[in-house]
């Protein structure tokens, strides 16, 4: 169409501020991405509000099905959600909801044609910000706040907003200008020269499918009112010559947009003050989303060893997938509290937010929800971050008083599907977690992570069997370093001197490999080429468990402990941690004890002693602990007993 139709008649007067229907205008599913039109709403800057169809909304066709004046009054921003929805925000910041249903708007409960919902929304009736808002198929609400972008959803039936809402899941977004969103999730962000850039949010698993990360061989410049009916398709209107432009972007296409220009269908849309599209009209089929995943049995790991206020917690997840607490009671003995449901593995533990309380991380089966828990003396607090992931997370606090978790799942986007991706999900001051996002590259299981300031350092095991490093800039997102030697196996321990220097302790996944400590490179930029290798065990060679725990005690020495031939042993240091000598192994669980130990071991300070954890073959739980000698050159001297 040359121009956009204009009817010369109205058969309805229209109410102030909300429009009463003219005409009927609902149709059927079209065989392609859209129903037989796209419904475009236009307000006009004399405060009439029109609806235009577009027919050609699949494949970019200048065809229209007409279009009508719905309204007069209108004022503010006014923008589009799914199903008929249509929001307004008046000058004086009130946030309406109002709904055309194809023949006329929908009457509230009070007899008014439009709900507040919300107060204190102004800013985006202001110029520099009237891009800065935007809804997706399924009523997501999106907005930019400075570097921030904020995920919001009202629940129509309940007519509430939903408790997390106003919650930021990206920083980093001050770059951009304006976002739209299309389909379930779909962002696009333009920048200060026009060009899209691409993101897709899943709010069931509240993580980025899609960030950022394809190079398409086409990119699209857009002027102004950028706008989606879903499917992603999009709508623009090009600056000077007030064209309107269509085109079509697809994640599995190399060009990524249908056009480097987009489609001219229509003349004259300069003058509109908003332009915006009901966005449930198209759908984009094929997309892959978090659902389902396959949340691995990571059999053995070790116990989380927890002790809040000096009490301790033994929590493991047993060979059935059950997770349970052994608790100190303080009366002498030990008791078990078990969890709900079922769970893979355990992650590291970590300082609560509050004081005296301690935190750790496991993944829920079958849905793949990472859960963090905290632990008090007497309390227990459960905190789920979702995500769809397969393995139990790794947590650090940085210095801020602030988490990050990280863990390994799949991605289908980006040319994919990629199995085994490692995600990271941000915590900010105020407590709420940023949306769970990628970091590239395979990573077959949980990284061993560990925080020095707010930087963190990250090892795993990536494609190929390889061992990769990566470190946080300042903005927090972790870039790749390089490859470790390939003797660093799948779960190194991570450890810091009190200089502050990181080593990394593991056992060698080759037989005959034995212990070692590399440690940190002293400028920091990297790790040393030569390793410390810990002394043999006595009458054990080469049957060093799979995984180890490693400490800095008090006296600055290092301290590590393993299962070898079903026995526990313990070695320290004899001078620092990163240091070269170290005492021979000791055997820390006595002949005779009528246990076999083959699991992984954890270690601690616990109430001023050095206190070694082990579960037997039998399911028992045995604690192994010694004081710490001011002197790293005197050797430990261990005493044991069964828990429980």
Request: with cysteine; glycine share 14%; net charge negative.
């Amino acid at each position: 169409m040359k121009k956009k139709l204009r009817p010369l008649v109205l058969s309805v007067a229209l109410a102030a501020s909300v429009a009463t229907a003219v005409t009927t205008g609902a149709g059927t599913a079209s065989a392609g991405h859209c129903g037989s039109v796209s419904n475009i709403f236009t307000m006009q800057a004399d405060g009439d509000l029109w609806l235009y169809q577009h027919s050609g909304g699949s494949n970019g066709a200048a065809t229209w099905a007409g279009a009508r004046q719905v309204g007069w009054g209108w004022g503010g921003k006014t923008f589009a959600g799914p199903n008929g929805w249509l929001f307004n925000i008046t000058t004086g910041g009130e946030l309406r909801r109002l709904r055309y249903n194809g023949s006329g708007w929908d009457t509230f409960v009070d007899g008014r044609q439009f709900e507040t919902i919300g107060w204190g929304w102004q800013k985006y009736t202001e110029t520099a910000h009237r891009g800065s808002i935007t809804v997706d198929s399924d009523g997501s609400l999106y907005t930019l706040e400075g570097d921030h972008l904020r995920w919001w959803f009202f629940d129509h039936q309940q007519r509430a907003w939903t408790p997390d809402s106003g919650r930021v899941i990206d920083k980093g977004w001050s770059r951009f200008n304006a976002i739209a969103a299309s389909g379930q999730g779909g962002l696009k962000g333009r920048d200060a020269f026009g060009v899209l850039h691409h993101f897709r949010y899943d709010r069931p698993s509240e993580r980025f499918a899609l960030y950022e990360t394809w190079p398409h061989m086409l990119t699209w410049q857009t002027g102004t009112k950028l706008f989606s009916p879903g499917g992603d398709i999009y709508y623009s209107v090009r600056p000077g010559t007030g064209e309107l432009l269509w085109n079509d972007y697809s994640e599995y296409s190399n060009d990524g947009w249908r056009t480097s220009t987009g489609a001219v269908i229509g003349y004259d849309w300069g003058t509109d003050v908003d332009i915006t599209a009901t966005t449930s009209t198209c759908n984009q089929s094929g997309y892959w989303f978090p659902r389902n995943p396959v949340v691995e049995d990571q059999s053995a790991m070790p116990v989380a060893y927890t002790s809040p206020n000096g009490v301790g917690h033994l929590v493991r997840v047993l060979p059935d997938n059950r997770m349970t607490d052994l608790r100190d009671t303080g009366h002498g003995y030990w008791a078990f509290e078990p969890f709900s449901g079922e769970y893979t593995g355990i992650s590291n533990v970590v300082p609560g937010a509050e004081p005296g309380t301690e935190t750790f991380g496991t993944t829920r089966r079958p849905g793949g929800d990472v859960e963090l828990i905290t632990l008090g003396s007497n309390s227990r607090v459960t905190q789920s971050l979702k995500g769809a992931m397969r393995v139990a997370p790794s947590l650090v606090r940085r210095s801020d008083g602030t988490l990050v978790v990280y863990a390994m799942g799949d991605h289908g986007s980006d040319g994919g599907p990629w199995e085994e991706q490692l995600y990271y999900r941000e915590q900010l001051a105020n407590g709420d977690f940023l949306a769970w996002k990628r970091i590239n590259g395979r990573h077959e299981e949980a990284v061993s992570v560990i925080s020095r300031g707010n930087e963190v350092t990250i090892v795993g095991r990536t494609g190929g069997s390889m061992t990769t490093w990566y470190r946080t800039q300042a903005d927090g997102v972790p870039v790749e370093q390089g490859r470790l030697p390939s003797d660093v196996g799948p779960r190194p321990k991570l450890v810091q001197t009190s200089q502050g220097r990181i080593l990394l302790v593991d056992v060698g996944w080759r037989p005959g490999d034995g212990v070692f400590v590399l440690p940190e490179r002293p400028d920091r930029f990297g790790f040393e080429t030569t390793m410390t290798m810990l002394p043999a065990l006595p009458g054990a060679p080469d049957s060093e468990g799979g995984q180890l725990d490693a400490t800095v005690l008090p006296n600055g020495s290092l301290a590590v402990s393993l299962t070898a031939a079903g026995k526990v042993y313990v070695t320290t240091s004899k001078g620092a941690a990163d240091g070269t000598e170290f005492h021979p192994w000791q055997q820390v669980s006595a002949e005779g004890l009528n246990a076999e130990f083959t699991e992984p071991t954890s270690m601690r300070m616990d109430t001023g002693f050095l206190a070694v954890v082990a579960v037997a073959s039998s399911g028992s739980y045995w604690r192994f602990s010694a004081g710490v000698p001011q002197d790293p050159a005197a050797a430990l001297s261990f005493t044991g007993r069964q828990l429980g």
